[in-house]
């Protein structure tokens, strides 16, 4: 199975913070990769495929790069309903994988 | 527009089974596939396996492999997962999600929490 590591595990950041999260691959997964936010008590909610191209109706401070087995997830500019934990997921090979997750939350 | 409606909590004792549904609208599960995805207590997400409407293929993790079966009903236009044998560490919250060809899972459904204990 493809491990997928994320860092870091929570972070704290100000209204208007750029605020980045890494996903790492075990292996390499080409741009195969998709990013989640997910609210408490909320299912994930898909912001981000194939590595860069934002879902429907996602705010485009959202953003993403990367490929092969280094990726990035940024929000350029931190509001107050970003507050939630975000996952990586590769789709390269089942059984799909997540990373361990990043908690924002707001200093 | 899509939408994914699952059925409601359920407590099981360990060795029991458990068939969780989903039922969509806005679109057709013939025209597409699903995955199940569970997250137990505090954890991250954690893929059960998928099935595809297009042709019945399935494909599920190895942690529930031989216990679980997912099928579609399409007259409802319902999804269903069956998990068997159930134990203490199968507890979590299990999603269905719209996911074409076991890759991105793009709608979800709200979940289900599954508790087993005896």
């Known amino acids: 199975d493809i491990q997928m590591t994320q860092s870091p595990s929570s972070l704290s950041a100000s209204v208007g913070d750029r605020v980045t999260i890494t996903c790492q691959a075990s292996?390499?997964?080409?741009?195969?990769l998709n990013w989640y936010q997910q609210k408490p008590g909320k299912a994930p909610k898909l912001l981000i495929y194939?590595?860069?191209n934002l879902g429907t109706g996602v705010p485009l401070r959202f953003s993403g790069r990367g490929s092969g087995t280094d990726f990035t997830f940024t929000i350029s500019n931190l509001q107050p309903e970003d507050i939630a934990t975000y996952y990586c997921?590769?789709?390269?090979?089942?059984?799909?994988?997540f990373g361990g997750g990043t908690k924002v939350e707001i200093k | 527009q899509v939408q994914l409606v699952q059925s409601g909590a359920e407590v099981k004792k360990p060795g029991a089974s458990v068939k969780v549904s989903c039922k969509a609208s806005?679109?057709?599960?013939?025209?597409?596939?699903t995955s199940w995805v569970r997250q137990a207590p505090g954890q991250g997400p954690e893929w059960v396996g998928w099935?595809?409407?297009?042709?019945?293929?399935?494909n599920y993790a190895q942690k529930v492999q031989g216990r679980v079966t997912m099928t579609i009903d399409t007259s409802t236009n319902t999804a269903y997962m069956e998990l068997r044998s159930l134990r203490s560490d199968d507890t979590a919250v299990y999603y269905c999600?719209?996911?074409?060809?076991?890759?991105?899972?793009?709608?979800w459904g709200q979940g289900t929490l599954v508790t087993v204990s005896s």
């Open positions: 997921q590769q789709y390269d090979n089942l059984p799909l994988t």
């Open positions: 194939d590595a860069s």
């Open positions: 806005g679109f057709s599960f013939t025209n597409y596939g």
């Open positions: 099935f595809s409407g297009y042709n019945g293929n399935t």
């Open positions: 292996q390499d997964i080409s741009n195969y």
């Open positions: 999600a719209r996911d074409e060809v076991g890759a991105t899972l793009d709608y």
